[in-house]
Structures are given as structure tokens and as C-alpha cells.
């Protein structure tokens, strides 16, 4: 079973930046799919970012272009969301998630259906 544990979140001011990190463990294979996800308050949840192991396709919604890397630890199972010039609207919670592994990497990305989920970690952005 695919487990994934989030941690990172945090209150920081406008413009300033966090990291959030994901231990991923129960994948037997190398390639499979991984994103994250936002939940403002208030509105519908969003997808950030989504990643294939080997760094194959990545692909991050508009509005963090610019602003959100993603990166992967391979030898410590762990996928990270650098962010940076942090902004207000940024604020939400923020979860890890994962695609079944048969899924290969071939339905990499947030508009898609996503298997595992972390318990989720806040943002708070303030002005």
C-alpha cells in the first residue's frame, strides 16, 4: 500500500517562501505519477503540480509558474514543492498524491484521477 506523509507547512509573510516535503513509501516500481494539490479556503481543490519520477513531464498550474519547483529525492523517497514568493492567495492546504503504480506515467497530471492521498499540511500566507 502507498503511504504518503507530508510536512512543511507553515505561517509565513508575502513573499517569503516555505518547503513542503512528502515521504512516499509502498511504490514497487520506479515510474509512476505524483503530484500536489491545494484546498483554498473556501473554494474547490486545485491542482499545483504534477511530476513522473525520472523527470520525464512536469507540468504546474498558471498560477504558480515562476513562483513553485517540484523535486525529487529518489534515494530518500521524497518529493518536494519549493515555494517561493509566497502571496496571500496562496494560503490553503496542501496535499501530496499519488496515481496507482499500473498507471505508469502515461496519465501524469492533476486533470486526472489520483489514488493516494497525505493527510494534507497548511499554508497560511499573510500580507
Known amino acids: 500500500q502507498v503511504q504518503l506523509v507530508e510536512s512543511g507547512g507553515g505561517s509565513v509573510q508575502a513573499g517569503g517562501s516555505l518547503r513542503l516535503s512528502c515521504v512516499v513509501s509502498?511504490?514497487?516500481?520506479?515510474?509512476?505519477?505524483m503530484a500536489w494539490f491545494r484546498k483554498p479556503p473556501g473554494k474547490e481543490r486545485e491542482g499545483v503540480v504534477s511530476?513522473?519520477?525520472?523527470?520525464?513531464?512536469?507540468y504546474y498550474a498558471d498560477a504558480v509558474k515562476g513562483r513553485f519547483t517540484i523535486s525529487h529525492d529518489v534515494a530518500k523517497n521524497t518529493l518536494y514543492l519549493e515555494m517561493d514568493s509566497l502571496k496571500p492567495e496562496d494560503t490553503a492546504m496542501y496535499y501530496c498524491a499519488a496515481q496507482r503504480e499500473e498507471y505508469g506515467i502515461d496519465w501524469c497530471s492533476t486533470i486526472y484521477e489520483f489514488n493516494y492521498w497525505g493527510q494534507g499540511t497548511q499554508v497560511t500566507v499573510s500580507s
Open positions: 509502498g511504490y514497487t516500481s520506479s515510474r509512476y505519477c
Open positions: 511530476f513522473a519520477t525520472g523527470g520525464t513531464s512536469t
